[in-house]
C-alpha cells in the first residue's frame, strides 16, 4: 500500500477483537508512542513473571542453565525472523548494538562515519564518541523531509562516500520521521564501494517482514528492538551481523563468557536480568496467534488514519512514510519545537493537557511530531489529539 494511498482512506480499520485487552495501559491516556517504549501484553508479562519467580527460587541453579536456555530462546527468535542462529545475538536495545559494532571497527585517523540527520540522536552520538576517540571523522548527510524517493535518499548517500568512507550508519525507519533510508540497493552500493553498513532497524522486528538469512539482511550489521512491535518485554534487541565481522566484535564488558565466541561473548554480562530475552519468544508466538499479516496491516492503516486526521484538523504536513509502517510523522509549523527544550516542552503540554503520549522531535525550521499505532489504540484518540493539538499550537 502507498503513502499515497493509506493517506486517501477515508475510513480507520476496525479495531481487531480483544486485543486492547491484551494489554494493561491506562485507559485515560491516549498511548500514541507505541515506537519509543512499546507495551507488553499481559500473556508476555506472565511469562517474564514466572521466569523471575523461578529465577528466585534458586539462583544458581537458574543462572547455571542459562547459557543453553539462552541459544533456545535465540534460535526461537531468529526463526521469526527468518535468521540462523549462530549469526544474531541478543543484546538489550539497538544503542547497545551500535556501541558493540562501533567498538569493534578498526577505524584509523581521518576515517569516515557516515550518518543522516535521520537518524536517532544517542546513534549518532555514538558515532561522535567513537570518531573522538580513533581520529575519525563524522561525516553528517542532510537529507529532505519531504522527498520520498528512494532514488533520490541513496544518490545522497553515494554522493557523500569519499575515499576515506569506512562505515554508514543509516535507519531502515528512521526514528524521528518514520521514512525508509537502508534500502536494499543502496546497502548493495556501500558493499560495491568498501564501505560497511551498519543498519538500525530498532523498529522492524514485528512491524515489518524480515528475512536476514545467514547474515545481516544485505547490511554487515543489522540491529532491531524486540521491545516495541515484537511484543517482548524490555530490554530485548538482536544483533545480526556478517560473517567476516564475527569473529572480530567484542562486548562492551568482559565476562566468563567471553571465550564462547560469538554470539556468547556478546550477550553474556554476569548477574543481569535476561528474563527479557527469555520471554522474547512469547511476544512472537502472540503475533503469531494473532495473525501477523492481520496485525501490521491493522496498524499501518491506523497509523495512516491518524497522520491524515491530524493534516485535515490542524494542517500539518504529513511527512513520507516508509509503507507498511505503524508510524508517522508530521511537519510542524515554524517557531515550534525546533530546539530540544521546545520539543520536550510540547510533548510534556499534550501529554498533561490533552491526556496523550507522542513523540516530539526537534528540527530547524519547525520540529517534527511522531505517532504510533498499536492494537490497543482506537481512532477517536487520534481525532481527539488533533482537535486539542489544533488548539495548543493556536496558542
Known amino acids: 500500500m502507498s503513502h499515497t494511498n493509506e493517506l486517501s482512506m477515508s475510513h480507520p480499520p476496525e479495531p481487531l477483537p480483544g486485543t486492547r485487552e491484551l494489554f494493561t495501559l491506562d485507559p485515560a491516556v491516549a498511548h500514541l508512542n507505541h515506537g519509543s517504549y512499546g507495551a507488553v501484553p499481559t500473556p508476555v508479562q506472565r511469562v517474564q513473571a514466572r521466569l523471575r519467580a523461578e529465577q528466585e527460587q534458586d539462583p544458581d541453579g537458574f543462572f547455571a542453565d542459562l547459557p543453553d536456555r539462552i541459544a533456545r530462546a ?37 576515517d569516515e562515519i557516515l550518518v543522516t540527520d535521520h537518524g536517532y540522536g544517542v546513534v549518532s552520538a555514538a558515532a561522535e564518541r567513537r570518531a573522538a576517540e580513533t581520529g575519525a571523522v563524522v561525516r553528517r548527510i542532510r537529507l529532505s523531509l519531504y522527498t520520498p524517493d528512494a532514488e ?28 525508509e533510508i537502508a ?15 551498519v543498519v538500525d532497524a530498532a523498529h522492524a522486528p514485528g512491524m515489518l517482514p524480515v528475512q ?10 543489522w540491529i532491531g528492538n524486540l521491545h516495541k512491535w515484537a511484543l517482548a518485554p524490555r ?8 560473517g567476516a565481522w564475527r569473529p572480530r566484535i567484542r562486548p562492551l564488558t568482559l ?14 554480562r554476569g548477574t543481569y536480568d535476561y528474563t527479557p530475552w527469555l520471554a522474547a519468544p512469547a511476544g512472537f508466538a502472540l503475533l503469531e496467534q494473532l495473525g501477523v499479516d492481520r496485525v501490521r496491516g491493522h496498524n499501518a492503516a491506523l497509523a495512516a488514519y491518524g497522520a491524515r486526521m491530524l493534516a485535515e484538523r490542524t494542517g500539518l504536513r504529513p511527512l513520507a512514510a516508509m509503507p507498511g509502517a505503524a508510524m508517522r510523522a508530521l511537519r ?5 519545537a525546533e530546539s530540544e527544550h521546545a520539543a520536550k516542552a ?35 484518540e487520534y481525532r481527539d489529539l488533533a482537535t486539542g493539538l489544533r488548539e495548543l499550537i493556536a496558542r
Open 332 to 336: 510542524l509549523p515554524p517557531g515550534v
Open 212 to 221: 536476514l538469512g545467514n547474515g545481516a539482511g544485505g547490511a554487515d550489521f
Open 183 to 197: 534500502g536494499g540497493p543502496l546497502l548493495a552500493d556501500l558493499a560495491a564501494r568498501g564501505v560497511a553498513t
Open 255 to 268: 565476562s566468563w563468557e567471553h571465550d564462547r565466541g560469538f554470539p556468547g561473548r556478546v550477550e553474556w
Open 74 to 110: 535465540r534460535a526461537r527468535i531468529a526463526t521469526a525472523l527468518g535468521a540462523e542462529p549462530d549469526r544474531i545475538a541478543l543484546l538489550t536495545n539497538v544503542t547497545e548494538g551500535v556501541a558493540v559494532v562501533l567498538d569493534s571497527l578498526p577505524l584509523e585517523a581521518g
Open 346 to 380: 510540547l510533548a510534556v503540554a499534550v501529554a498533561r493537557r490533552l491526556q496523550a503520549r507522542i513523540a516530539v522531535r526537534p528540527w530547524p525550521g519547525g520540529g517534527v511530531l511522531r505517532i504510533s499505532a498499536q492494537l490497543y489504540n482506537r481512532p477517536q
Open 235 to 242: 530490554a530485548a534487541a538482536v544483533l545480526a551481523v556478517g
Open 152 to 179: 533520490a535518499v541513496r544518490a545522497q548517500v553515494l554522493a557523500a562516500v569519499g575515499e576515506r568512507t569506512r562505515v554508514a550508519v543509516l535507519d531502515l525507519v528512521a526514528s524521528p520521521t518514520a521514512r
